[in-house]
T-cell receptor
Framework: DAGVIQSPRHEVTEMGQEVTLRCKPISGHDYLFWYRQTMMRGLELLIYFNNNVPIDDSGMPEDRFSAKMPNASFSTLKIQPSEPRDSAVYFC????????????FGEGSRLTVL | GENVEQHPSTLSVQEGDSAVIKCTYSDSASNYFPWYKQELGKRPQLIIDIRSNVGEKKDQRIAVTLNKTAKHFSLHITETQPEDSAVYFCAEGGGFKTIFGAGTRLFVKA
């Protein structure tokens, strides 16, 4: 397996624009997580899915953020409208139910909002 | 809710010395405590983990200890090398989600 795949790797956009980040989890993994990493706040859990169903979205900062998982191999995190304070690295991670608990992270999407 | 405190935020050691990073957690139901290493510009990767039914686990130069009564767990790196320089995150995974500490930036000076 190629691991967790995220796109784009880098995104630079202007304030007010819509941003869509994409993730393909490891095949067979039941859980998918979206984290945001900043210097100030570290690794924050935004939302996670189990079998494509959102389980806990309490970490989503506000209504401008939304996440979907239409099938087992694809998830999106959308920010609309984007703001400069959304600038961060967004990581997607997956794990399997029967696994040890290890999270497998993608390479991250670095977002810069001007 | 879940909360993980991690100390120190920055740690600088001489090559060959030991490094210790400490974490505390709040959720008594937590039973899984992983440690991740993140090199500059890279993704976090698991380096070692421990479950609540053991007090210590070792893997070559790294070891973790867990004190469930005090809700403390620690990472110990012996004989540090320059390639150990990275950010280390402790975490707790009581349920299906993993909550991370703020991270410790480790510098190993050659």
């Amino acid at each position: 397996d190629a691991g967790v795949i995220q796109s784009p790797r880098h995104e630079v956009t202007e304030m007010g624009q819509e941003v869509t980040l994409r993730c393909k989890p490891i095949s067979g993994h039941d859980y998918l997580f979206w984290y945001r990493q900043t210097m100030m706040r570290g690794l924050e859990l935004l939302i996670y899915f189990n079998n494509n169903v959102p389980i806990d979205d309490s970490g989503m900062p506000e209504d401008r953020f939304s996440a979907k998982m239409p099938n087992a191999s694809f998830s999106t995190l959308k920010i609309q409208p984007s703001e400069p304070r959304d600038s961060a690295v967004y990581f997607c991670a997956s794990r399997g139910l029967a696994d040890t608990g290890e999270l497998f992270f993608g390479e991250g999407s670095r977002l810069t909002v001007l | 809710g879940e909360n993980v405190e991690q100390h120190p935020s920055t740690l600088s050691v001489q090559e060959g010395d030991s490094a210790v990073i400490k974490c505390t957690y709040s959720d008594s139901a937590s039973n899984y405590f992983p440690w991740y290493k993140q090199e500059l510009g890279k993704r976090p990767q698991l380096i070692i983990d421990i479950r609540s039914n053991v007090g210590e686990k070792k893997d070559q130069r790294i070891a973790v200890t867990l004190n469930k009564t005090a809700k403390h767990f620690s990472l110990h790196i012996t004989e540090t090398q320059p390639e150990d320089s990275a950010v280390y995150f402790c975490a707790e995974g009581g349920g299906f989600k993993t909550i991370f500490g703020a991270g410790t930036r480790l510098f190993v000076k050659a």
